[in-house]
């Protein structure tokens, strides 16, 4: 978690560059504001991934036809990105002021990422571990954003999230129970620095 520079897109034409960069400028900025207006008076699960380690891994990974989805989107620069880069891209977020947040991005960067306020959890889901704690940490409660997005898990071929210490493990159970055959669960942070990629289960980057 930190204010990182500004990033270093390689394989973009330069006026995508600029246009990634000045974005994820925008949004540590907005993060800062945030973190001293908000999270200052009270406790809000919103912390930003490190958006350039996160881009590296979506220039990696883009190729024609993919469809992307935010786990937990807050101000969207991550899905907004991944837009940009020429996926189709989506992101769900509990917090209705930080869709607004996102979707006023949108619109500044020329991007037609859709978000939607709502749950990334699908309606009649249940967490049950088999060592039977199903707590499920700081993600929240809320009606399901699938029909508002227009597709169901299932529909996406990557899926990104950046889970809080101990949240992993109901996002890999939400893939097994809902993902797409194939797809892929893109996981920032658990104690590593990069973006670590897995395929039906098992981790392939
Ligand atoms: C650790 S932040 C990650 C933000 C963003 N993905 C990033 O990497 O910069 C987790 C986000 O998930 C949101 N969230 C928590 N539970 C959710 C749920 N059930 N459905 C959708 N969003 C949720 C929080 O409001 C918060 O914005």
């Known amino acids: 978690?930190?204010?990182?520079?500004?990033p270093r897109p390689a394989g973009v034409d330069a006026e995508l560059r600029a246009r990634i960069s000045a974005l994820s400028e925008e949004g540590w900025e907005i993060?800062?504001?945030f973190d001293?207006?908000?999270?200052?008076?009270?406790w809000h699960p919103f912390v930003p991934a490190d958006y350039e380690v996160v881009l590296d891994a979506l220039i990696e990974l883009r190729a024609p036809g993919?469809?992307?989805?935010?786990?937990?989107?807050?101000t969207g620069v991550i899905t907004i990105m991944a837009d940009l880069l020429g996926f189709e891209a989506y992101g769900l977020e509990l917090d209705g002021e930080l869709v607004d947040v996102a979707r006023g991005l949108a619109e500044r960067y020329g991007s037609s990422a859709k978000f939607v306020a709502g749950?990334?959890?699908p309606s009649g889901y249940r967490y049950r571990p088999k060592g039977g704690d199903g707590r499920i940490g700081t993600i929240g409660d809320g009606a399901s954003?699938?029909?508002a997005l227009g597709h169901p898990l299932e529909d996406f071929d990557l899926v990104f999230g950046y889970p809080w210490h101990g949240e992993e493990p109901l996002?890999?159970?939400l893939m097994r129970a809902y993902g797409g055959r194939g797809a892929r669960l893109l996981l920032h942070g658990g104690g590593t620095a990069g973006v670590r990629v897995f395929r039906d289960g098992k981790q392939v980057v």
Do not use: C, K
Not at 1 to 6: E, F, R, T, V
Not at 66 to 74: N, Y
């Open 66 to 74: 993919l469809r992307f989805l935010e786990w937990g989107s807050a």
């Open 36 to 42: 001293t207006e908000v999270r200052q008076n009270e």
């Open 119 to 121: 749950s990334f959890i």
């Open 145 to 147: 954003g699938y029909p």
């Open 171 to 173: 996002m890999h159970d």
């Open 31 to 33: 993060w800062r504001r």
């Open 1 to 6: 978690m930190s204010a990182g520079a500004p």
